[in-house]
Protein backbone atom coordinates (compact mmCIF):
# COMPACT_ATOMS: atom_id res chain seq x y z
CA UNK A 1 0.00 0.00 0.00
CA UNK A 2 1.61 3.66 -0.93
CA UNK A 3 0.06 6.70 -0.75
CA UNK A 4 -3.35 8.48 0.62
CA UNK A 5 -3.52 12.63 0.94
CA UNK A 6 -5.69 14.06 3.26
CA UNK A 7 -6.60 18.10 2.51
CA UNK A 8 -8.76 20.15 4.87
CA UNK A 9 -10.11 23.12 5.45
CA UNK A 10 -12.57 24.54 8.02
CA UNK A 11 -15.70 23.40 5.86
CA UNK A 12 -14.27 20.43 4.15
CA UNK A 13 -12.17 17.65 3.95
CA UNK A 14 -10.71 15.27 1.24
CA UNK A 15 -8.74 12.02 1.28
CA UNK A 16 -7.74 10.44 -2.23
CA UNK A 17 -5.89 7.73 -2.31
CA UNK A 18 -4.01 5.78 -5.12
CA UNK A 19 -5.39 1.92 -6.16
CA UNK A 20 -2.31 -0.04 -5.69
CA UNK A 21 -0.91 -2.66 -3.39
CA UNK A 22 1.90 -4.19 -3.74
CA UNK A 23 3.26 -6.99 -1.23
CA UNK A 24 6.82 -6.84 0.70
CA UNK A 25 8.35 -9.30 -2.72
CA UNK A 26 7.27 -6.38 -4.69
CA UNK A 27 4.60 -7.81 -6.76
CA UNK A 28 1.67 -6.10 -7.48
CA UNK A 29 -1.79 -7.95 -5.91
CA UNK A 30 -4.37 -5.46 -6.47
CA UNK A 31 -4.31 -2.04 -8.64
CA UNK A 32 -7.80 -0.65 -7.73
CA UNK A 33 -8.29 -0.63 -3.60
CA UNK A 34 -9.62 2.05 -2.24
CA UNK A 35 -7.36 2.92 0.95
CA UNK A 36 -10.14 4.60 3.13
CA UNK A 37 -13.43 3.71 4.27
CA UNK A 38 -16.76 5.75 5.68
CA UNK A 39 -16.88 4.97 10.10
CA UNK A 40 -19.71 7.36 9.89
CA UNK A 41 -22.04 9.45 7.80
CA UNK A 42 -19.25 11.96 8.31
CA UNK A 43 -16.27 10.40 8.72
CA UNK A 44 -13.18 8.62 7.34
CA UNK A 45 -10.71 6.37 7.80
CA UNK A 46 -7.68 6.37 5.81
CA UNK A 47 -4.98 3.90 5.63
CA UNK A 48 -1.59 2.69 4.11
CA UNK A 49 0.68 0.71 4.88
CA UNK A 50 0.66 -2.98 5.37
CA UNK A 51 -2.56 -4.14 3.85
CA UNK A 52 -3.47 -7.10 6.62
CA UNK A 53 -3.11 -4.69 8.93
CA UNK A 54 -4.82 -1.98 7.46
CA UNK A 55 -7.75 -4.22 7.02
CA UNK A 56 -7.23 -5.42 10.61
CA UNK A 57 -8.00 -1.50 11.71
CA UNK A 58 -11.20 -1.49 9.53
CA UNK A 59 -12.75 -4.44 11.36
CA UNK A 60 -12.19 -3.27 14.76
CA UNK A 61 -14.09 0.28 13.54
CA UNK A 62 -17.64 -1.01 12.17
CA UNK A 63 -19.37 2.05 10.35
CA UNK A 64 -21.69 3.94 12.80
CA UNK A 65 -24.35 6.19 11.36
CA UNK A 66 -23.62 8.52 14.09
CA UNK A 67 -19.74 8.21 13.82
CA UNK A 68 -17.17 8.16 16.52
CA UNK A 69 -15.57 10.75 19.11
CA UNK A 70 -12.25 11.30 16.86
CA UNK A 71 -9.77 12.45 19.49
CA UNK A 72 -11.31 9.24 22.04
CA UNK A 73 -11.34 6.78 18.92
CA UNK A 74 -7.91 7.76 17.23
CA UNK A 75 -5.72 7.57 21.08
CA UNK A 76 -7.62 3.79 21.08
CA UNK A 77 -6.45 3.00 17.81
CA UNK A 78 -3.05 4.91 17.95
CA UNK A 79 -2.60 2.89 21.36
CA UNK A 80 -2.97 -0.71 18.78
CA UNK A 81 -0.94 0.24 17.02
CA UNK A 82 2.57 0.91 18.61
CA UNK A 83 2.14 -2.75 19.60
CA UNK A 84 3.32 -3.96 16.10
CA UNK A 85 7.17 -3.64 15.58
CA UNK A 86 8.00 -1.23 12.75
CA UNK A 87 10.66 -4.01 11.33
CA UNK A 88 7.24 -6.37 11.49
CA UNK A 89 5.25 -4.06 9.38
CA UNK A 90 4.43 -0.67 8.69
CA UNK A 91 0.60 0.92 9.30
CA UNK A 92 -0.21 4.25 8.73
CA UNK A 93 -4.08 5.39 9.61
CA UNK A 94 -5.93 8.86 9.97
CA UNK A 95 -9.39 9.56 11.31
CA UNK A 96 -11.43 12.38 10.61
CA UNK A 97 -14.57 13.81 9.20
CA UNK A 98 -17.04 16.09 11.23
CA UNK A 99 -16.34 15.96 15.33
CA UNK A 100 -18.93 16.22 17.96
CA UNK A 101 -18.85 19.78 17.42
CA UNK A 102 -19.64 19.81 14.02
CA UNK A 103 -16.14 20.82 13.28
CA UNK A 104 -13.51 18.99 10.82
CA UNK A 105 -10.86 17.45 12.24
CA UNK A 106 -8.01 14.61 11.45
CA UNK A 107 -5.89 13.07 13.35
CA UNK A 108 -3.09 10.80 11.77
CA UNK A 109 -0.29 8.69 13.52
CA UNK A 110 1.69 5.25 12.33
CA UNK A 111 3.56 2.59 13.87
CA UNK A 112 7.03 4.76 13.50
CA UNK A 113 6.07 6.77 16.39
CA UNK A 114 4.37 7.64 19.21
CA UNK A 115 3.22 11.29 18.09
CA UNK A 116 0.00 11.68 16.39
CA UNK A 117 -0.79 14.88 13.50
CA UNK A 118 -3.63 16.91 14.83
CA UNK A 119 -5.91 19.09 12.62
CA UNK A 120 -8.29 21.17 13.29
CA UNK A 121 -8.36 24.06 10.80
CA UNK A 122 -10.24 27.35 10.88
CA UNK A 123 -11.07 30.35 8.64
CA UNK A 124 -8.56 29.89 5.33
CA UNK A 125 -6.04 27.39 7.25
CA UNK A 126 -4.87 24.49 5.27
CA UNK A 127 -4.18 21.09 6.78
CA UNK A 128 -2.81 17.92 5.27
CA UNK A 129 -1.15 15.12 6.09
CA UNK A 130 0.47 11.87 3.70
CA UNK A 131 -0.24 8.42 4.40
CA UNK A 132 2.86 7.27 2.63
CA UNK A 133 4.79 4.11 2.72
CA UNK A 134 6.69 4.71 -0.87
CA UNK A 135 9.29 2.34 -2.01
CA UNK A 136 11.51 5.22 -2.99
CA UNK A 137 10.92 7.33 0.38
CA UNK A 138 9.77 10.14 -1.45
CA UNK A 139 9.76 12.91 1.80
CA UNK A 140 6.69 14.30 3.24
CA UNK A 141 8.73 17.76 2.36
CA UNK A 142 8.43 17.12 -1.71
CA UNK A 143 5.15 16.19 -1.45
CA UNK A 144 4.50 19.35 0.91
CA UNK A 145 6.01 21.21 -2.04
CA UNK A 146 4.11 19.49 -4.95
CA UNK A 147 0.83 20.00 -3.34
CA UNK A 148 1.88 23.32 -3.23
CA UNK A 149 2.52 24.11 -6.13
CA UNK A 150 -0.39 22.08 -7.58
CA UNK A 151 -2.70 24.50 -5.05
CA UNK A 152 -0.98 27.32 -6.94
CA UNK A 153 -2.04 26.04 -10.17
CA UNK A 154 -5.76 24.50 -9.13
CA UNK A 155 -6.64 26.88 -6.78
CA UNK A 156 -7.25 25.73 -3.00
CA UNK A 157 -10.20 27.12 -1.48
CA UNK A 158 -13.24 24.44 -2.51
CA UNK A 159 -12.95 20.77 -2.52
CA UNK A 160 -13.63 20.68 -6.09
CA UNK A 161 -10.03 22.82 -6.52
CA UNK A 162 -8.35 20.68 -3.94
CA UNK A 163 -9.28 17.26 -5.01
CA UNK A 164 -7.45 18.18 -8.67
CA UNK A 165 -4.18 19.40 -6.83
CA UNK A 166 -4.39 16.21 -4.60
CA UNK A 167 -4.86 14.18 -7.75
CA UNK A 168 -1.76 15.93 -9.29
CA UNK A 169 -0.01 15.01 -6.54
CA UNK A 170 -0.80 11.50 -6.52
CA UNK A 171 0.00 10.85 -10.53
CA UNK A 172 3.89 12.65 -9.31
CA UNK A 173 4.35 10.31 -6.82
CA UNK A 174 3.17 7.40 -9.03
CA UNK A 175 5.96 8.87 -11.46
CA UNK A 176 8.48 8.50 -9.02
CA UNK A 177 7.58 5.29 -7.40
CA UNK A 178 6.18 2.04 -8.45
CA UNK A 179 4.48 0.93 -5.39
CA UNK A 180 1.76 4.03 -6.47
CA UNK A 181 -0.63 4.45 -9.33
CA UNK A 182 -2.65 6.35 -11.30
CA UNK A 183 -6.11 5.00 -10.13
CA UNK A 184 -7.60 7.32 -7.74
CA UNK A 185 -9.90 6.93 -5.39
CA UNK A 186 -11.62 10.43 -3.38
CA UNK A 187 -13.81 10.98 -0.53
CA UNK A 188 -15.43 14.21 0.50
CA UNK A 189 -16.92 15.21 3.63
CA UNK A 190 -18.51 18.99 4.02
CA UNK A 191 -19.53 20.61 6.90
CA UNK A 192 -23.05 20.91 7.51
Known amino acids: MSFVSVYAMENFVNVVSDGQVTDPTG??????????????QQQFMAFAGNQGLAEQAVKIVPFKNEGYPLSVLAQDLHKQVLTIPVDDASILLAVGGLNEKNEIEVISFSNRTDQKNYFNPK???????????????ISDEISETKLNQFLSETGYNTSSKAIRAQKKLNDFISDNDSTVNKVTFELNIKKR
Open 27 to 40: KITNKNYKKFVKIG
Open 123 to 137: GDEIAYTFLTNTKNN
